[in-house]
């Protein structure tokens, strides 16, 4: 479903990413884990449109979407809940979320079936975005990253500043967002919960990928090494 | 007393026609965080497209205001979509530069083209019909359809704003262009659609301002003063708070008027520094 092939982005003159290969199938989830400045978040931002790239490396759906521009990405199903949530703060809860749709793609996801999912947004609707608790804001970014109905949805460090019991609260509405065959790359801090959610991992050090395996196949050892760059000391 | 209580109504109504001439420089700033040099050249610009209809097809000046409306809100799109989106960025200065530049080319074009005479735009005997309360009040027509005119487009803009889809995609590109870019807003194409709009309200102001008074190719720079002043006092990128400041603007030009013909003017320039000085957030910021 979405195949990218020796990314490379650059900040200026700082290069964030080597040469990233990358692949993720209908329905799987995914997990990019790695320490801060790895990487993860530029190499979402590059799927995403908001990093400008070389045409042929990223393909999705078998269609080139490395040249895109991030509002035909999203118009494309890709969408993003990005770092630090950048909920529009001069609009209510409700206009957020009606602004996810504008990509124009219809699908299951309404303002109905977000607020089932997410229940405590709905009491709040009315409510400016950035008065709610940070648990909710992450769930109203992700409802809004919903509503263009994506084949793809990107969760960039959802657990960011969130307490454990909240993370587990949102991740708890991953199998039901997964229910509908519905693709997620997720970034994650939390190496215990990337492994617990994800069908796949990908490892990312100084803006190369060090690691990747399905979370049974990986042993602690292996993570650490491709987490931090340690030296595996038995081999 | 009642010299007060008249002096207080006219500048209310004179403030309706300040509204106009500010409210599209409040949408330029409030979306874009751009200041438009050029909002009062363009203002003339509108007064002028309306003198060709007026002129050659005898058509009344409230009736012009409709195409030259839409040709002014095309011309904003593309001055926006052309020139002002190339210069959009961190740096405030270049788009202010940009339009500033604007404003030199379309002072010496209209003087070019109309001469440096003044014009004004004529409907007969409306401009001095009155209503009159009481024995010693009148209220003038026209400045009385100004006002609620200002007042209409002020409430149609605010609802435009608030409950339409193209409003949430204003606001959202005000707030964050980059994530609006995520959801499927293109911000060069919301940038667009706020200056067209900002320049379809001049134009009531411009017609209006023609009718009222005269104008001349260097109207425009003294319009932008009032304009910005009425902005600066309400708050920037509050509508409804460049309302209010439009008319506290105008009643403090009745007022100084008052003491004197030099004083109105100056009056209104003293109560911009005075909020200014106290309050320089203004009286009803939207934002901090």
């Not at chain 1, 990093?51 to 895109?68: A, D, H, Q, V, Y």
């Not at chain 1, 084949?151 to 991740?171: F, R, T």
């Not at chain 2, 106009?20 to 949408?27: M, N, P």
């Not at chain 2, 293109?186 to 009531?204: D, E, K, M, N, Q």
């Amino acid at each position: 479903m979405l195949q990218v092939r020796n990314l490379v982005a650059r900040y200026g003159d700082f290069q964030a990413l080597f040469g990233v290969d990358f692949s993720l199938s209908q329905g799987q989830i995914v997990a990019l884990i790695g320490a801060n400045g790895a990487g993860k978040s530029t190499f979402l931002k590059s799927i995403a449109g908001q990093m400008p790239n070389k045409s042929g490396e990223i393909r999705f759906n078998s269609e080139e979407i490395g040249s895109l521009t991030a509002d035909r990405v999203v118009r494309r199903g890709v969408s993003m809940a990005p770092e630090g949530r950048r909920l529009f703060r001069s609009l209510t809860v409700e206009e957020n979320l009606r602004v996810g749709a504008f990509a124009g793609r219809s699908g299951r996801w309404t303002l109905d079936s977000v607020y089932a999912l997410f229940p405590a947004l709905r009491d709040k609707r009315r409510q400016s975005a950035t008065a709610l608790s940070g648990g909710q804001q992450q769930m109203v970014a992700i409802g809004r990253g919903l509503m263009s109905n994506p084949d793809l949805l990107m969760c960039d460090e959802l657990s960011l500043g969130l307490s454990p019991a909240v993370v587990k609260d949102i991740y708890t509405a991953f199998p039901l967002i997964r229910a509908e065959g519905l693709s997620a790359i997720v970034v994650e801090q939390d190496i215990d919960v990337a492994l617990r959610v994800a069908d796949y991992v990908y490892c990312f050090m100084h803006g190369r990928v060090t690691l990747h395996g399905e979370p049974g196949a990986l042993t602690k050892q292996q993570i650490s090494a491709a987490y931090f760059g340690l030296e595996d000391k038995r081999q | 007393m009642m010299e007060w209580v008249d002096t207080l109504i006219q500048g209310v109504l004179l403030g309706g026609l300040y509204a106009l001439f500010a409210i599209g420089l409040s949408i330029t700033y409030g979306v874009m965080r751009v200041v438009n040099i050029a909002h009062g050249d363009f203002m003339v610009l509108a007064a002028y497209l309306a003198l060709w209809p007026v002129t050659h097809l005898q058509m009344h000046p409230f009736l012009a205001i409709v195409p030259v409306v839409v040709l002014m809100f095309c011309l904003g799109y593309t001055v926006q979509r052309l020139m002002l989106n190339r210069t959009m960025g961190p740096n405030f200065l270049a788009p202010m530069l940009l339009t500033f530049g604007l404003s030199v080319i379309l002072r010496n074009g209209l003087q070019q083209v109309y001469h440096a005479d003044s014009r004004s735009l004529q409907i007969g005997d409306l401009a001095i019909d009155s209503l009159h309360i009481g024995s010693s009040l009148a209220i003038g027509a026209f400045p009385l359809i100004v006002f609620v005119t200002s007042l209409t487009l002020t409430a149609a803009t605010s609802l435009l704003f608030s409950q339409t889809r193209i409003g949430i995609a204003l606001r959202a590109t005000s707030d964050d262009p980059e994530t609006a870019g995520l959801m499927g807003i293109r911000a060069s194409h919301t940038y667009a659609i706020a200056l067209g709009l900002a320049f379809a309200l001049v134009t009531v102001g411009g017609v209006f301002a023609g009718i009222r008074t005269t104008f001349s190719p260097e109207s425009g720079p003294a319009t932008l003063l009032y304009a910005f002043e009425a902005v600066v006092i309400g708050g920037m990128g509050s509508l409804w708070g460049t309302f209010a400041g439009s008319i506290i603007l105008g009643v403090a030009q009745g007022v100084g008027a008052n003491f004197g013909a030099g004083f109105g003017v100056l009056a209104g320039h003293l109560v911009f520094l005075a909020v200014l000085f106290f309050r320089p957030t203004g009286l009803l910021a939207r934002t901090q």
